[in-house]
């Protein structure tokens, strides 16, 4: 609505005159350096004169004065004056309000349960082949995408297959082993309108190995309140179990005597409304049994929370009927309740085959101490020293461990510097590790000397403070240079500190959380870390982002409480100003360990960095090499990243080989390309630099951009490496590394590729080439002499090298030699036609033309196969 007009400019409206003339052209802006003088510039003379006469220097000096005055007052008021400190007292009181338990029963009976780290502990190790298969219409479902977030953050392998096509296969056939160990059907009704021929391999595949079914039963149409029996169409029968839909639940309860809980500790209500629609479960058959069920709202206030059979929401399926083990949820999986009870449902249909360990270490990092404005009083100090003690009640042996920066030691103000003064006198009641002297970021620094020096000038003051720093384990400053890897970080904490372990959030990537992984570098073992939701500036709980009920909804099953329960060992990152002001840090970890006390048989231990770091790679010893990714996909490690570094430098297509197919070749006619560039040669490998395949990886990304070039404008770069195209981790490193970098690949056929290599190795005179002719080679087997199975396998690489350097296209290239046996060719193409049929469906696949040569290895297969039914046709 526009604003009204006054009745007065209503009224002279029709007196003002209406001009038409076209307006006059604006005037140009005034310039500073005009000759012509401004008559603002003029009016503003008069001002500045009044001005400069009522600034005499006795009222500029009062001025000065006055405002020393003020600032003198600002500073008492932050420094010496006791309002302030109660300024600092008008703090909300936070005390552990999980409400799931009571805490006193916990405390000395920690470990009660029906099961303990130490008889159920599964080592990674042992179960590397469990997998589950996973049943899904699309993989674009919540559901789906919910399981395997569960599955992938506790490392259980698994795949999917989309149901409707045939089963994928299910044994291992050179073992005559199971390769799935659980079934999960993201819909039940899909298992039980299969078709007959994979229903009944299903079924005789999971009754002979014993293998078990995990599903879920969504909301259908079924409506409220009417029972809707589940039908088996392969026996043409219902089943003895109806649903019901029920859009309100509250006070969801776990069975505390069903045997499938392992993790998830029973006898425990959640009192709370469960948010979305629900199915249950009605059956009067002992082949079910309840292990969770929930009420409803109107019936919950006068039941006092008994057991309702028909409104059971999880139900177990002891295999009666058919011999198979299920395990049922009529509730959405992103329910917390429902993770639980879902990794004990893989544990008890796998027969322990699949199952999580039992124990959890925990470490909370509290870094910063010193450093910045928001810092701790001599009674946070004392309320840091209560909470721990509290926190040994359910953990034993809990201790905070303090990250320091002694340059800023006592710049404060007054009860800040007794707070540092209190840290100090207290300092064996914690664990302490090093930051920088001055909290510098290290990828900032280029020369090792530099980062040296502020970390002796640290190691210095806590010598002189009597600080221990026992657990060789340090955290750099905003995670700078610990991934991406700054060099001279690493050589300055081990010349300095010799530094064993560290810790970061950022590898690979900072989200999601669940694929934070741990590496090892330079000798130093990198843990992953996690967060806890609580940053610098979270000091008051009612201005958490979001609201406080944010918070509380991560420790109470929440992301907090699940990296609790998904993780094994767990270093969280906090700061120094969540112990202070509302103590958020504190509450949230005191509220959190008695969260997954209340709810888990976990059994929770705090251990010291360094024993972290052994631990940490004996579970997982395959991430011992870190998978270099680009800085410049993620702009968090760009900001940490040296400014000297440059991601331009990268190649922009890889020439992969393999060996013997003309990839030398191709390399030096591209380097005669003005617009296209290489790598410089590798003493040890030459113009390969076979980095993504070999010991180099280790070495790191700076040692690869540091054989390439820098790139002009219209420059593209390449390497060139033969060894790429069969090693089994070269895929994954550079499609890490180099996500949108061409592959160029010469294929030649294998036959001749054999051929080649035998007369290869044989003009370099190698004794049992000599010795046997290529078809005694190639048709060698277990019975034949070592050497000449050694020489059949054989992927040694023999160099041609004039005055230490490669000789390109020589006389190793285009070497002349009597042409390849017809009895080897059969017997080779023979031998490769399975893996040239994979190669001929994957370039059809991939929308790319088949070779002639692969067209006719293939068509004389097809020739010999006929021509031998017709030989063998006239024995007969």
Not at 21 to 40: I, K, Q
């Amino acid at each position: 609505m526009s604003r009204p007009h006054s009745p007065h400019a209503t009224a002279l409206l029709p007196l003002l005159p209406v001009s038409r003339s076209p307006p006059p052209p604006p005037s140009p802006p005034p310039s500073f350096f005009s000759d012509r003088p401004d008559p603002a510039r003029l009016r503003c003379w008069p001002i500045m004169r009044r001005v400069s006469k009522a600034c005499s220097l006795r009222r500029a000096f009062h001025f000065v004065l006055a405002l020393a005055v003020v600032g003198g007052l600002w500073l008492y008021f932050h420094t010496m004056s006791p309002w302030n400190n109660a300024y600092r007292q008008f703090r909300t009181e936070l005390g552990v309000r999980s409400g799931m338990c009571n805490r006193e029963v916990l405390i000395g009976s920690v470990r009660r349960g029906n099961w303990s780290a130490e008889q159920i502990g599964t080592d990674y190790r042992k179960r590397k082949a469990s997998r589950v298969l996973l049943f899904t219409k699309t993989t674009y479902s919540s559901a789906f995408k919910a399981i395997t977030e569960i599955l992938t953050a506790n490392r259980i392998k698994f795949k999917a297959t989309v149901v409707g096509k045939n089963l994928p296969d299910l044994i291992k056939a050179s073992k005559g082993v199971a390769k799935y160990s659980v079934m999960f059907f993201e819909d039940f009704r899909t298992y039980l309108d299969m078709d007959d021929w994979n229903r009944d391999i299903l079924d005789k595949y999971c009754q002979t190995f014993r293998v078990g079914i995990v599903a879920l039963i969504p909301p259908s149409e079924i409506g409220y309140g009417q029972l809707s029996p589940l039908h088996d169409r392969r026996h043409g029968r219902p089943l003895p179990l109806a649903l019901d839909e029920r859009p309100h639940l509250s006070n969801l309860t776990v069975n505390g005597t069903s045997n499938m809980l392992r993790v998830t500790r029973g006898g425990q209500t959640l009192y709370e409304d469960l948010m979305g629609e629900w199915v249950t479960f009605e059956t009067t058959h002992s082949t079910y049994g309840a292990v969770a069920w929930a009420q409803e709202p109107k019936r919950a206030l006068g039941s006092g929370g008994h057991e309702s059979p028909n409104n059971a929401v999880v139900l177990q399926d002891f295999g009666k009927l058919d011999g198979i083990s299920k395990v049922l949820f009529g509730g959405p999986m992103r329910h917390w309740v429902n993770v639980l009870l879902f990794l004990d449902s893989l544990s008890w249909l796998s027969q322990n085959r699949i199952a999580i360990s039992l124990t959890r270490h925990i470490l909370v990092d509290i870094d910063d101490i010193f450093v910045g404005r928001n810092r701790l009083y001599p009674d946070d100090v004392r309320a840091l020293i209560d909470s721990q003690k509290r926190i040994r009640e359910l953990v034993p042996g809990f201790t905070y461990n303090l990250g320091f920066s002694g340059g800023y030691f006592r710049h404060g103000t007054r009860l800040e510097n007794a707070g540092d003064e209190l840290l100090i006198a207290e300092r064996h009641q914690f664990w302490w590790f090093p930051h920088m002297w001055l909290h510098l970021q290290a990828h900032k620094f280029s020369n090792v000397s530099d980062l040296e020096v502020s970390m002796a000038k640290n190691k210095a003051f806590a010598s002189d403070k009597g600080i221990p720093v026992d657990w060789q384990y340090s955290v750099a400053p905003h995670h700078s240079g610990v991934y991406p890897v700054h060099e001279p970080l690493y050589e300055a904490w081990r010349s300095i500190w010799d530094i064993k372990v560290t810790s970061t959030e950022e590898y690979p990537h900072l989200r999601p959380s669940r694929l934070r992984h741990g590496f090892v570098h330079s000798g130093i073992k990198v843990l992953p870390r996690q967060t806890c939701g609580l940053f610098t500036k979270n000091l008051y709980y009612d201005e958490y982002p979001g609201g406080p009920e944010v918070l509380e909804q991560s420790i109470q099953g929440g992301e907090l409480f699940q990296t609790l329960v998904y993780n094994p060992i767990s270093i969280f990152m906090t700061h120094m100003p969540n112990y202070c002001y509302d103590r958020l840090a504190p509450y949230t970890f005191e509220s959190v360990i008695t969260m997954v006390q209340c709810w888990t048989h976990l059994d929770l231990r705090t251990t010291h960095p360094n024993a972290l770091g052994e631990m940490y790679f004996q579970m997982y010893p395959d991430e011992t090499q870190a998978i270099w990714g680009n800085p410049c996909d993620d702009r968090r490690h760009l900001d940490i990243w040296s400014s000297s570094k440059d991601c331009s430098r990268l190649p922009d297509f890889l020439v992969i080989g393999p060996q013997k197919t003309g990839t030398t070749a191709l390399y030096t006619f591209l380097q005669m390309h003005p617009s296209i560039k290489s790598n410089f040669p590798s003493p040890k490998s030459f113009e390969e630099l076979q980095f993504f395949s070999g010991h180099a990886y280790s070495e790191g990304l700076d040692w690869y951009l540091n054989f390439f070039p820098n790139r002009t404008q219209n420059i593209f770069l390449f390497e060139k490496s033969a060894t790429y195209f069969d090693g089994e981790l070269v895929p994954s490193r550079a499609h890490r590394l180099l996500p949108h970098a061409q592959l160029v690949i010469t294929l030649i056929s294998p036959s001749k590729r054999a051929y080649r290599w035998y007369q290869h190795i044989k003009a370099h005179e190698d004794p049992t080439a000599l010795k046997y002719s290529f078809h005694e080679v190639i048709t060698s087997d277990s019975t034949a002499p070592r050497a000449l199975r050694q020489l059949k396998s054989s992927q040694k690489d023999t160099q041609a090298k004039d005055n230490d350097r490669t000789k390109c296209l020589g006389k190793s290239k285009g070497r002349e030699y009597p042409p390849m046996s017809e009895e080897s060719q059969v017997f080779l193409k023979t031998y490769f036609q399975t893996h040239n049929e994979a190669l001929a469906k994957l370039l059809k696949r991939l929308g790319y033309f088949t070779p002639n040569w692969l067209e006719h290895d293939l068509k004389d297969v097809s020739e010999i196969r006929v021509q031998d039914d017709a030989e063998l046709g006239d024995e007969k």
